[in-house]
């Protein structure tokens, strides 16, 4: 890796210095701050690798400093520009000396069609920066923008140049004051199931979750996947469903002669998800049904908004003629999904969505979309104090040039498929909004580097999209980040996450602090150990065992999460939350939900699992043989009659209904 990197290395450009001026200008930072709050600088031969992908082909790294500088000057205006709030635009353009005094012509097409146009008097505009016989300005079109997406062009000296105009809302919205739970879909029994959930099954949890009184129901990534991939974070694409979750008694085609009780009995039985037979015996009866529905106007209108393309990916990927196959079931998916979120919005909050940070590297965004995507890189993390050696996620960024230069039109896309069912969407990784890490192909998590993203430009399409749908953002923001995230996060209107396990600290008279009032407030996260799991701590036995921690730092962590759980035990009995002598894990897991519920949090989040003590979680990242597969315990009838799960979710709303306590943060 670094002998390729050095090979763009002339002899005149050698320092670090230099090497660190570049990179800043291919967005590639020089330094970070770690989880522990040290600074991490990039290692000479990080920033070698990392400028390799960045740079275009064939060129030096001089030759790439001038090209990068004079692109810039050259191109007159950005490829997008935000406005915020219905203002004006304010536009940086780059002239040439010669005409920078002259008249521009301006013709504004906005995105219902209609235009506008008017000249600038570019003399009467002072210069705020020169370079090379080129001067900028800031021009301010005089034109309230509506919110929307429109084109500006802006023709001076006898060349005309477009800028992409996001105009957006300042925040995105909120939603009321409510409670829900954590439902992984996929590991989901009922008694109508086939060996996973079904929107059927979503829909029932929705019900009752509002006949407790509350409101929402937080799932994991319902997205397309390749059958031999479990996880839900690795999609197809994040433009369409997974058929695995179709409710099949409701589809119009559907006969009770569809149905193997063999094999439906055997599926439900199973103590994990079978993957590959739910979707071989659900895939059977869907082929039926596909070739019994007649296509009609509606169908042909779905399928020419780009289901057409997808449907011919999945076949040829299939090596079979099952395009006409992959139409019906994201057809039928495309209505179901309407339907339970239409009626989960007009019951409450709606549904809560995830969204995932990327795409499987064989699936059909990568294909179509391939422009969009570094190449010879993968999405990480650094090494923290979890996870002691990095992540590799094995998906490749977007270029931060490329979604530029095609106005994000991906990015808006698959925003727009989450936010138009969503009544709140969780943005996996909201970092990602700013920076992502960069592991070069073949490298080690640790000689990543973070690489930055216009994130003006994505909150702007970000929160335009979701106002337009009425949908309210949490940004998932645990783990090393930045103080400037959460500040463009509260600016901008999104939610953030509390998360009890990841805030619990082992010393202070607050060692759990209190969740702020714009926040989803949880005991856990889908990527954590259970509450049970936790408070005994096998997570740690977990993370011996995988080499992420010695036996030192193992008794270390031990001896830490025995005062986390004497601090916490004193702070909820110091609270009247817990009666002294009341320290079993049941009787903390109901005090740490009281706690929660009567914080100020907007949404309070109850993982299921935690009502039984579950000790396995769902996930545990780097072990993909224990994750993405685990059913639950309990089918949703025996929970909805359990008197235990329905004792502890009532006090949820009970003390959801007292109103908040504590301030802001």
Not at 42 to 66: F, K, N, V, W, Y
Not at 397 to 419: I, L, S, T
Not at 436 to 463: H, N, Q, S, T
Request: proline fraction near 6%; charged fraction near 25%.
């Amino acid at each position: 890796m670094a002998a390729a990197a050095r090979a763009l290395l002339p002899a005149s450009l050698v320092t670090v210095q230099q090497l660190r001026d570049l990179a800043r200008l291919y967005s590639i930072q020089i330094a970070y701050e770690d989880a522990a709050g040290s600074m991490r600088k990039a290692s000479r031969e990080s920033l070698l690798a990392a400028l390799r992908l960045r740079i275009p082909e064939g060129l030096d790294l001089r030759e790439a400093q001038q090209a990068r500088e004079s692109s810039f000057w050259e191109r007159r205006l950005d490829p997008v520009t935000v406005v915020w709030g219905r203002r004006q635009p304010a536009v940086d353009i780059r002239l040439p000396r010669r005409i920078s005094g002259g008249v521009a012509g301006w013709h504004l097409k906005l995105e219902d069609g209609s235009a506008r146009e008017g000249r600038i008097d570019l003399a009467a505009i002072p210069a705020r920066a020169a370079h090379d016989g080129y001067v900028g300005k800031t021009v301010t079109i005089p034109e309230k923008m509506p919110h929307g997406y429109h084109v500006l062009t802006i023709e001076a000296g006898g060349t005309a140049s477009e800028t992409f105009l996001v105009a957006s809302p300042s925040k995105a919205q909120g939603t009321q004051r409510s409670w829900g739970l954590l439902v992984p879909l996929y590991a989901v029994r009922s008694a109508g199931s086939w060996g996973t959930g079904d929107l059927g099954d979503l829909q029932s949890f929705r019900e009752w979750v509002n006949e407790l009184g509350g409101e929402v129901v937080a799932t994991l990534p319902l997205l397309a996947a390749f059958e031999d991939e479990p996880s839900p974070y690795s999609p197809v694409s994040r433009l369409f469903w997974n058929e695995m979750y179709l409710d099949l008694p409701k589809l119009p085609e559907w006969s009770e002669s569809l149905r193997d009780e063999t094999v439906v009995a055997g599926l439900q039985q199973s103590r994990q998800v079978d993957y590959e037979r739910v979707i071989g015996a659900k895939r059977r009866a869907l082929e039926v049904m596909a070739a019994r529905y007649r296509p009609d106007d509606d169908f042909h209108r779905f399928a020419s908004g780009g289901a057409y393309g997808y449907a011919h990916f999945r076949a040829a990927k299939e090596d079979r003629d099952s395009a006409a196959y992959h139409l019906y079931v994201q057809y039928r998916m495309s209505q179901q999904m309407s339907r339970v979120a239409g009626q989960a919005r007009a019951a409450g909050a709606g549904l809560y969505l995830d969204f995932p940070l990327g795409v499987n590297p064989d699936g059909y965004d990568a294909w179509k979309y391939g422009r969009a995507f570094a190449r010879g890189v993968c999405v990480g993390s650094p090494p923290d104090p979890f996870f002691t050696r990095g992540q590799n996620w094995c998906f490749a960024p977007f270029d931060p040039d490329a979604v530029r230069e095609q106005r994000y039109d991906y990015f808006r896309a698959c925003v727009r498929h989450h936010v138009s069912h969503a009544g709140v969407l969780r943005l996996d990784h909201v970092m990602a909004l700013h920076r992502l890490f960069w592991i070069p192909e073949g490298a080690e998590p640790k000689d990543g580097v973070y690489v930055r993203y216009r994130e003006e430009e994505l909150y702007a399409i970000l929160v335009l999209e979701a106002r337009r749908h009425g949908c309210a953002v949490v940004g998932e923001d645990l783990g090393t980040v930045p103080e400037s995230v959460p500040r463009m996060m509260k600016r901008h209107g999104l939610r953030r996450m509390y998360v009890m396990q990841y805030e619990i600290r082992p010393e202070g008279e607050e060692p759990a602090g209190t969740p702020a009032a714009a926040s989803v407030a949880s005991i856990n996260t889908h990527d954590m150990p259970t509450f049970a799991g936790f408070w005994r701590g096998s997570d740690i036995e977990d993370r011996l065992e995988q080499g992420l921690l010695d036996r030192t730092g193992a008794a270390g962590e031990e001896r830490d999460r025995e005062r986390m759980r004497q601090g916490l035990t004193s702070f909820l009995k110091a609270r009247g939350l817990l009666k002294n002598g009341s320290g079993d894990t049941k009787a903390v897991l109901e005090a740490l939900l009281r706690f929660l519920s009567g914080s100020p949090a907007e949404i309070v989040l109850v993982n299921v699992e935690d009502l039984w003590l579950e000790s396995e979680p769902q996930n545990v990242p780097g072990v993909p043989e224990r994750s993405w597969r685990q059913k639950f315990r309990f089918t949703l009838e025996q929970m909805r009659r359990d008197p235990e799960i329905t004792r502890i979710l009532r006090s949820v709303n009970e003390e959801r209904r007292k109103g908040g306590h504590g301030r802001e943060t």
